[in-house]
């Protein structure tokens, strides 16, 4: 599954990260850094984070 976050709509809120932190994770930068990439063994958690983003900034694709 591919992950990908559209930073022109992201706002930082981090829902994304109490959902899938293996995932999503707030840099030292205080700016979102995911992994492109992930197994489908994981996707209820990241779909769970894609659907808590208040400004649906997260899409998903196989």
Same mark, same amino acid.
């Given at each position: !599954?591919? +992950?990908?976050? &559209?930073? &022109? /709509?992201?706002? @930082?809120? #981090?829902?994304?990260? *109490?959902? $899938?932190?293996?995932?999503?994770? *707030? #840099? @030292? @930068? @205080? %700016? ?7 197994? &489908? %063994? !994981? /996707? #209820?958690? +990241?779909?769970? $984070? $894609? %659907?808590?983003?208040?400004? $649906?900034?997260?899409?998903?694709? &196989?």
């Amino acid at each position: !599954m591919k +992950i990908n976050v &559209d930073l &022109d /709509r992201c706002e @930082d809120h #981090g829902q994304c990260v *109490f959902a $899938a932190p293996s995932v999503f994770e *707030f #840099g @030292d @930068d @205080d %700016t979102l850094h995911w992994t492109a990439e992930a197994p &489908d %063994t !994981m /996707r #209820g958690d +990241i779909e769970h $984070a $894609a %659907t808590s983003c208040p400004v $649906a900034a997260i899409t998903l694709s &196989d």
